[in-house]
């Protein structure tokens, strides 16, 4: 057992008892990190020096007694996150040079309760894609399978998390970007309720759509990971003013009576036989811990990957606009007028995925284009929402399949953007329906990919998401796996 | 087609990306691709449905109207690729 295997709850208990500094964890941490990111390349930048200086202080404040849950405990950032002081590159070369001159809230939160940032990882250029194949910085390999994606947009970070490369990792959601490579990287990633946790300083592609969230080793580090950034940001006004439970206390184990809703319309054709074995076995599971297994309905899913890629690139149409070469990034040095510069810095920075967005988007919203597109996606949002609402009548939480298939090999579907934006089937519709979902693992592929099972709550009830998945992680072993790198 | 290439081109204009012709051919395919998918929304009835703007119920997300500190010229200033007299500083713009 090294350092860098124990989880963010075990390394908390060894560092409290003194067993071993945060500064030794650190470092253990920045070794392995050297060793291993030249063949995952989930890394953008490390902060080996701030990394060791946040550990001293940690170690201060442990042996002052002043130790907070998160204290000493080693953790990475999406390179979405505003980090002050420190490069930000959405994995862009549009920010060239763009070092953040705040922190987000997200960022702000674990460091003031003493975590140690290790470093930004690696991810599809502003959240725009499913495999991380779409980096200014190059790809990310998945640590179960160098061939494989880990997906994405998250890539770098359940990379990271699998890879022990880090004890934990904050990414971002906003059609599946924690779940997906979560469960293609066998580790437990949550997308929490829309306005649970603070967007404030997180770089910005759809702002009805993009939460924050933790990945994970186990169930319990991303609740504790959960309850340090989660509440209401005054600086964040579509973050909700309801009370954060403590989700430490919905670890029982014990989901007996629980309903359980499988929506028939997530079980067709399409959907891989082990991922289907896989997920099917896990409901089971579920079953035989006492919950009740119930069949619902979400008649309107197959409309979700449409609805999303109209929402979805109008929003980031409008959010990406303000990448224009005037306050920071990229500038092309030789315009001859102002909206040369706009038009070439654009062209130069942006690579061709988020060009595709922003050209669909911004085709969606245009004069003519308007009511039939954006409009249109907005009522069919409704419609999906409230499918979520009456199944919750029914049920506690939702079991799905995460992904059609397990992680699929480097460069198979970047040919053919429209296979890849259909992969997404199974996560979209909790971010249009608003609503909180976690991925974690359940078993692994004839070929040993790993396969994630999704759980969709209630809004606001992160509480029953969390206590479910811990009772079905502490009745496998799939958390104990780790991949051979 | 969904979409013409001409379509395709003004759309570059209006989204400022200087596109070159290989990548404008590229676009008008995949969005004519993309396009003629999302057009199965049409088979959708939604007379009389509401649009959702905001997943969670939340109106008037108001604060009091108080001056709050924020970032220094220096700040602001601090990633300027060009700044001048506490300005970012930009090609002519009034001729």
Redesign the interface.
């Known amino acids: 057992m090294e350092i860098y295997d124990f989880t963010l709850t075990e390394l908390r208990n060894r560092l409290d008892r003194r067993e071993f500094s945060a500064v030794e964890v650190a470092d253990a941490y920045l070794v392995r990190i050297a060793a291993t990111n030249p063949l995952i390349n989930s890394y953008i930048t490390v902060c080996a020096a701030a990394a060791r200086s946040d550990a001293a202080a940690a170690d201060l404040a442990i042996a002052s007694g002043s130790a907070g849950p998160l204290t000493g405990l080693p953790i990475a950032v999406k390179d979405i996150f505003n980090t002050a002081g420190l490069r930000t590159t959405c994995a862009s070369r549009i920010l060239d040079?763009?070092?953040s001159?705040?922190d987000a809230t997200a960022i702000a939160r674990i460091k003031q309760q003493g975590a140690v940032m290790l470093g930004k990882l690696n991810m599809d250029e502003f959240a725009m894609g499913s495999s991380n194949e779409n980096s200014a910085f190059g790809p990310v390999h998945n640590p179960w399978n160098l061939d494989r994606v880990p997906g994405g947009s998250s890539g770098g970070s359940a990379a990271c998390v699998a890879g022990r490369q880090a004890g934990a990792a904050l990414g971002t959601d906003t059609g599946g970007s924690i779940r997906q490579p979560a469960a293609h990287c066998s580790v437990v990633g949550l997308k929490p309720?829309?306005?649970r946790v603070s967007r404030y300083g997180v770089i910005a592609y759809a702002s009805?759509?993009d939460q924050v969230g933790p990945l994970t080793r186990d169930v319990r580090d991303n609740a504790l990971l959960l309850q340090a950034i989660a509440g209401y940001d005054?600086a964040d006004?579509?973050s909700?003013n309801t009370p954060v439970p403590a989700y430490a206390k919905s670890l029982t184990g014990d989901i007996r009576g629980l309903k359980i809703g499988l929506p028939k319309e997530y079980f067709i054709d399409g959907l891989d036989a082990d991922v289907q074995k896989a997920v099917t076995t896990a409901a089971d599971t579920c079953r035989s811990l006492g919950a009740e297994l119930i069949e619902v309905e979400l008649p309107?899913t197959?409309?979700a990957?449409?609805?999303y890629?109209?929402i979805a690139t109008a929003e980031a149409?409008s959010n990406l606009?303000r990448y224009?070469?005037?306050?920071?990034?990229?500038?092309v040095k030789d315009?001859?007028?102002?909206?040369?510069?706009?038009?070439?810095s654009?062209?130069t920075g942006?690579g061709?995925e988020v060009?595709?967005r922003?050209?669909?988007g911004?085709?969606a919203l245009?004069s003519g284009y308007y009511d039939?597109?954006y409009?249109?996606?907005?009522?069919?949002?409704?419609?999906i929402?409230q499918d979520f609402l009456t199944a919750f009548d029914k049920v506690d939480v939702l079991l799905t399949p995460v992904a059609p298939t397990p992680a699929f090999a480097l460069g198979e579907k970047t040919d053919d953007?429209?296979q890849m934006?259909l992969s997404d089937i199974y996560t979209i519709p909790a971010n249009?329906?608003?609503?909180c979902a976690l991925s974690l693992p359940c078993g692994f592929s004839a070929d040993g990919l790993p396969i994630g099972l999704q759980l969709i709550g209630k809004?606001f009830d992160e509480a029953t998401l969390l206590r479910t998945a811990h009772a079905f992680e502490q009745a496998t072993q799939w958390h104990k796996q780790k991949p051979a790198i | 087609m969904k979409i013409s290439r001409t379509e395709v081109e003004h759309v570059s204009r209006l989204a400022r990306l200087a596109l070159t012709s290989q990548e404008l051919d590229a676009l008008t395919s995949d969005m004519d691709a993309i396009l003629d998918y999302v057009a199965q929304l049409n088979a959708l009835d939604t007379e009389g449905i509401v649009p959702t703007a905001h997943a969670v119920p939340m109106e008037n997300a108001f604060r009091e109207d108080e001056p709050r500190p924020g970032f220094t010229p220096e700040q602001a200033l601090s990633n300027a690729p060009d700044a001048a007299e506490s300005a970012f500083r930009v090609r002519r713009i009034i001729d």
């Not at chain 1, 409009?375 to 419609?383: E, G, M």
């Not at chain 1, 249009?432 to 609503?435: C, I, N, P, R």
């Open positions: 040079g763009y070092v001159p705040y309720t829309y306005g009805s759509l005054p006004s579509t909700v309107h197959a409309y990957v449409a609805c890629y109209l149409s606009a224009d070469g005037v306050r920071y990034g990229l500038r315009a001859t007028n102002l909206l040369d510069m706009y038009m070439r654009r062209a942006f061709a060009k595709r922003i050209m669909l911004t085709y245009s039939a597109y409009l249109k996606s907005q009522k069919v949002r409704t419609l929402r953007p429209l934006y249009l329906a608003g609503t809004p």
